[in-house]
């Protein structure tokens, strides 16, 4: 995978990673570039501690341009941290930092040249602030709306869903990232006491998970026409297996994070009034 300077070698085997970083050797002598072997990261997936521990062993051997690569238990490609037990949502955290960074930075901005209606404001939110706050939101987006459905990141799923002050709205409001968006709208206003209904209302506004949910369709439906590529293929057998593991007597275990196509079914059937059917490819001839 290859995208400006971020690349990651995927490799089944020692050998056909050898082979790889024999490559990138190759590339860099032919236009004279080195890759900075420090910044480089080795990553071992398994299927048991076992197996890890022995493959990592045979991968110290693992050489780019004569040096030994660092091995990691996690690592990052634009901007995605991922590893052996790691969810793509691990890298929330860090995007949300820096969203609130940008958030503060585009306020003072708008402040100084006297940029003060809330309409530009939330536009250049979304280009600005937005943007961070929900990149790679595919890979993680599934997670954040999960847990709005589940009554919130805690968990609550004790709250009354009947009673609008503790339904699906306020449940996505405890999100990180849906703070933030809310405290940026309150500073935009200037509004400190309004009911968030209100405030939301007010600026035609909803939480971010509804973007999020947006770009996971897209990515879905993008994903969907690309037929015979291993994107395609990896999709199906994400959403094949939920639909399996749904079908199970047993149930999926209370402390088990689920996976993509899990989320992403869970999601499709909580809105099964908006999306009427199910895709094409959760069903099992």
Request: include cysteine.
């Amino acid at each position: 995978m290859l995208y400006a300077d971020d690349v990651s070698l995927l490799a089944t085997s020692f050998e056909r990673m050898r082979e790889l970083l024999g490559y990138v050797d190759t590339f860099c002598a032919c236009f004279g570039m080195r890759a900075n072997v420090k910044k480089c990261e080795r990553l071992v997936f398994a299927s048991s501690q076992e197996v890890a521990t022995r493959v990592a062993a045979k991968c110290d051997r693992l050489r780019l341009q004569g040096q030994s690569i660092p091995a990691v238990d996690r690592a990052r490609y634009l901007g995605l941290v991922y590893g052996p037990g790691a969810p793509f949502s691990a890298c929330r955290g860090a995007l949300n930092d820096a969203a609130r960074g940008a958030a503060f930075s585009l306020l003072a901005r708008t402040q100084k040249r006297n940029l003060l209606a809330a309409d530009i404001r939330m536009r250049l939110f979304d280009s600005q602030v937005r943007a961070i706050a929900t990149y790679g939101c595919e890979a993680w987006g599934p997670d954040m709306i999960v847990d709005a459905l589940n009554g919130g990141p805690q968990g609550n799923r004790g709250h009354d869903r009947n009673n609008l002050a503790e339904g699906l709205f306020e449940a996505a409001l405890k999100d990180e990232t849906v703070k933030l968006q809310t405290n940026f709208m309150r500073q935009c206003t200037g509004a400190a006491r309004p009911a968030n209904r209100l405030l939301y209302a007010e600026l035609g506004r909803l939480p971010l998970q509804y973007h999020v949910f947006k770009m996971l369709i897209g990515f879905y439906n993008r994903i969907r026409k690309q037929k015979h590529t291993y994107c395609y293929r990896a999709l199906t057998e994400e959403l094949v297996e939920a639909v399996d593991a749904k079908s199970r007597p047993q149930g999926q275990p209370a402390d088990c994070r689920l996976s993509w196509g899990q989320s992403f079914l869970r999601i499709i059937e909580h809105f099964a009034d908006v999306w009427k059917g199910m895709p094409d490819t959760t069903r099992r001839s």
